[in-house]
């Protein structure tokens, strides 16, 4: 793992770095909290590991929670190069919205070609961060993401029991994700739209039923999965801090 | 409004009162806290003001959010007299679960019979108690409630601009509650049990779905409805804070 940038602003401190082929970033308190919880953070499929909404999440669980948080770019995105797959696919999505047509068959396989590759480079940099002495090997770990990102954690918590909690956002269900689901154990929170022709319920509902995990949560909330209610933000992370703790000094 | 009992414990103050034939509880915190949000409270179908999870909540909200929490025993409920039908449907639902039966279509009609005679009785409460000194005219005001419960409160709302935002729990429902939800148009966070014999996913999302409000979320989580994750029961308090503040001093 190398560091190859360092800013700080607001109290918390961004650390890009590389690992073998993947790129990525860590936001940590100012000053050094060994221990606390971990967040490894899931962009969406065509964003990056310093999407707005990600960064904004991340910033407020470092400085409300003193987490420490993590995001890779998945591979073909962010500062990674593309393939033709990766290329082909982003012109089919914009072919079906400009037609009018449904983008989720697109995405689906698309997700999980790109998440399988993701996931040794995730459990890759969960060593090399929990080796960092500023995290300590103990630090209670989650994970968020949303569509993309949502693939990514659920074959992450499947595989690496580091993994203790999972606060989820939609994403494009198909047969081989309700199969993955059936493989996670660990408490999940699952945040989906109401009202959004992306995101249709009955899949979602099927998701969530699927999840063999004992503690779950649907939380729908009316309107577009951009219109996430503060209430349910706010939720997401009194989850996470009831599962894995805080890093705020009591 | 007649207080015909006082005790205290842990910094709550409970008083029993009457006004005219109901009959309530109010719980406050120890030091007089005007202006703070008036929580009401309505309890399940067979049960009483003073029913086990009902008192959890409201000393909870006292204690942790310096609320003024108020319950009613519904008509034919608690310490008031029972009529022929209220008897009678007792009768029906012991006989419904002896026998395997649903008992969704005998409670729904009798559940409104009794909300519609409670509505009043519970508008009447809150003139009286927005006039108590230690309350206070300007009290926001939110409501809480399952089951029975539940219509009560969708009544309460849909007739009464107080009523500033609505904590649901599961419900049975029928054609007459999904006509009513339409009329409800304050934020509700609406939390129904993933597994349980007695509440069907199907009829929850669709009153889920029916409710007029803008700000809406449904909170579904696994297990039945008496097995509500802490998480959860701190999600409906943050939400009740979120709309009504709180009444602890910053």
């Not at 994970?143 to 939609?170: E, H, K």
Request: aromatic content about 6%; some cysteine; hydrophobic content about 45%.
């Amino acid at each position: 793992m190398h560091f190859t940038a360092e800013t700080s602003s607001n109290g918390v401190v961004e650390r890009h770095f590389t690992l073998g082929e993947s790129t990525g970033v860590l936001w940590s308190p100012a000053t050094a909290n060994t221990g606390a919880p971990l967040l490894l953070c899931g962009h969406a499929g065509g964003m990056h590991k310093k999407a707005p909404g990600l960064v904004a999440g991340a910033r407020y669980s470092v400085g409300t929670a003193g987490y420490t948080v993590a995001a890779l770019d998945a591979p073909g995105h962010g500062d990674r190069p593309r393939s033709e797959r990766d290329l082909h696919c982003g012109e089919a999505i914009h072919r079906a919205r400009a037609a009018g047509e449904p983008i989720a068959p697109i995405v689906t396989d698309y997700s999980r070609w790109v998440a399988e590759r993701a996931l040794p480079e995730y459990r890759a940099a969960l060593d090399a961060l929990l080796a960092l002495p500023e995290i300590g090997a103990d630090a209670p770990v989650g994970y968020a993401g949303i569509t993309l990102g949502v693939v990514t954690g659920l074959l992450l918590a499947a595989a690496d029991p580091r993994i203790a909690a999972l606060s989820l956002g939609p994403v494009f269900v198909d047969d081989a994700l309700l199969e993955l689901a059936g493989r996670v154990t660990v408490p999940v929170q699952y945040r989906i739209p109401w009202h959004d022709s992306d995101f249709d319920r009955a899949s979602a509902l099927e998701l969530f039923d699927a999840l063999g995990s004992t503690e779950k949560t649907l939380h729908a909330h009316a309107g577009r999965y951009d219109q996430v209610p503060a209430t349910e933000r706010a939720s997401a992370a009194a989850f996470l801090a009831a599962h894995l703790g805080t890093g705020v000094p009591v």
